[in-house]
């Protein structure tokens, strides 16, 4: 059956730097099904020609020397622009009718991408429904739901039921593009696919789990976000918590949506919830020195640009074991990895070995930039007598895997286009995912305790940070990853 992709908002940022390369990707690669026509739709005056010589810029911009013309003359064609105002239902259904036309009367496999701020989600599915463009009685009709889904528990779950009064829970993808890179999905392929690791994951072997999102840059333009959202908002309710369920599920039975999906779920309720006095020492909170230099934010701005939440999962598997999730801007470089640190041998015979936890063995995922797996482990040093040194056996998939590591949105695209929304978030896992952090983000925004830390740009976050964990008898791993 044929696609067509229609990008609500389709003038903004995200169009140009992720959705149309990625779009472009697949073309070029034979992935896109056949005659898949892209509509643009926003207010901005473009002419079909305008909007792809625009689009042509900015695709070659991004995809680099992927970039073909001989190929952006094939795939242009099937790229329109249709001027609109989600807010205006006339508009909307005037735009249902060119759809129509542009089909030519056969039956379409429909996305509906909505690349607008959240306050636009609400409108458009309600004008989407009353256009009777949800309706699956000709072909399938999906809706794509870029993050922030909901500023709170409260919001997403008011978010929910108006989009459930149109679209069946069935039709909705509610995306993170972090699901979408392959070092995620291959969290599942090292846990499930291999027999070596599962035994030893658990709270017998595992001393405690650190999963951190750490950014280099500022937060520059997005101070006014910022200032509204936050650290917790941001990099919490989603990626990190997505990574944690990742790290800590069941073996789902099959490898399908729901199954998997179920896992997470059960991850995200048995997930402590924390009081506001748990707040006060099981969270840190910190902002970077000269954030309140950035344009649009007040002097004295108590928004936090770094985060440490230490969560606990209560069931057999993790009962007692830690999981540290911190995230933070401008810091010592980009990183995303999932550290699984074991606990220390029970009895250590050999004079000089490892007898603190941050010597023992520790595997490291890392799933952005230098997308790979490292596992940490004692050795002896040669001509040394018994003296022993912790090394480490280091897989990088760009050097075992020709090519460049696919952008994620390429798969998460795909997958909606075939209909597979494992790698999208659930209605009940978005709301369980707000009621973690909300008692967290209430605390903060009252002040704390704990209280906002400064820190320098180029470090690791604030020097408490690293005192609270040192106390706790643990020690960040501080690495950045080396790019190959």
């Known amino acids: 059956m044929e696609h067509t992709i229609v990008i609500f908002g389709a003038s903004g940022d995200l169009t140009k730097r992720k959705l149309l390369p990625a779009l472009y990707e697949l073309f070029r690669k034979g992935r896109l099904p056949r005659d898949t026509r892209i509509v643009g739709f926003a207010r901005s005056p473009f002419s079909h020609e305008n909007w792809r010589d625009l689009l042509g810029e900015h695709v070659a911009q991004y995809t680099g020397t992927h970039f073909s013309g001989e190929l952006w003359g094939q795939f242009a064609p099937n790229v329109f622009y249709h001027r609109g105002d989600v807010l205006d239902v006339d508009d909307v259904n005037r735009l249902g009718n060119y759809l129509r036309e542009l089909e030519e009367g056969r039956p379409h496999v429909r996305m509906y991408y909505l690349s607008l701020s959240p306050e636009f989600y609400e409108p458009t599915v309600v004008h989407l429904g009353a256009a009777g463009m949800a309706s699956e009685q000709e072909a399938p009709r999906r809706l794509v739901i870029e993050k922030p889904f909901g500023r709170a528990l409260d919001s997403a779950r008011r978010l929910n039921d108006k989009v459930h009064q149109v679209f069946s829970e069935g039709q909705i993808y509610r995306i993170d593009h972090y699901l979408g890179k392959e070092t995620v999905s291959n969290v599942l392929v090292l846990r499930f696919a291999n027999t070596i690791f599962e035994p030893l994951w658990n ?282």
């Open 203 to 484: 709270r017998r072997y595992v001393d405690h789990v650190q999963i951190t999102a750490a950014e280099d840059l500022p937060v520059g333009r997005r101070a006014a976000f910022y200032e509204s959202a936050g650290i917790l908002r941001d990099m919490f309710q989603n990626h990190l918590l997505q990574l944690l369920t990742l790290t800590a599920m069941e073996p789902p039975s099959r490898v399908s949506a729901d199954d998997i999906r179920d896992e997470k779920v059960k991850v995200l309720r048995a997930v402590r919830r924390l009081t506001a006095e748990d707040v006060a020492v099981q969270t840190v909170r910190g902002q970077y020195r000269r954030y309140r230099d950035e344009p649009n934010v007040p002097p004295g701005s108590e928004a936090a640009t770094f985060g440490v939440v230490k969560l606990y999962v209560d069931n057999w598997r993790w009962q007692g074991v830690p999981f540290y999730l911190r995230s933070g801007k401008a810091m010592s470089c980009r990183t995303t990895q999932i550290v699984i640190q074991f606990r220390e041998p029970p009895h250590m015979m050999f004079e000089g070995g490892p007898r603190r936890i941050h010597e023992a063995n520790r595997l490291v995922l890392q799933i952005q930039p230098a997308e790979g797996i490292q596992i940490h482990f004692q050795t002896k040093v040669p001509d040394a007598g018994m003296k022993m040194r912790l090394t480490d056996l280091d897989f990088n998939f760009r050097e075992k895997f020709a090519g460049e590591m696919p952008e994620a949105y390429e798969r998460l695209l795909l997958d909606v286009m075939m209909g597979d929304p494992s790698l999208f978030a659930r209605a009940d896992e978005v709301e369980l995912a707000w009621s973690i952090i909300d008692p967290i983000q209430a605390v903060w925004d009252a002040g704390g305790p704990p209280q906002l830390e400064l820190y320098e740009a180029g470090g690791w976050g604030p020097p408490y940070s690293e005192d609270w964990m040192h106390r706790q008898g643990r020690t960040w791993f501080n690495v950045c990853p080396v790019l190959s």
